[in-house]
């Protein structure tokens, strides 16, 4: 399966969150530590909905640009 993650930049590090895994986030100092922490934290999320029995989502989340003239 293939989530959508939505990494954002913040003034203190950077964030990251799963639009289909409501709960599912992460956040580190550095874009390359968050990546690997949210990698993990949809794994921990997927392994606890399993283990309550719960449906997992489907991934129906898509990202896009939109481009804006200047």
Known sequence: MRYMV?????PQGYGAYVPDLP?????????????HLIQEA???H????????QEIPAPRSYGE?????A
């Open 6 to 10: 939505i990494i954002e930049r913040g």
């Open 23 to 35: 709960g599912c986030i992460a956040a580190a100092d550095t874009e390359e530590e968050v990546r």
């Open 42 to 44: 949809i794994e921990f």
């Open 46 to 53: 997927l392994q606890g909905l399993k283990e309550a029995g």
């Open 65 to 69: 640009f939109v481009e804006i003239p």
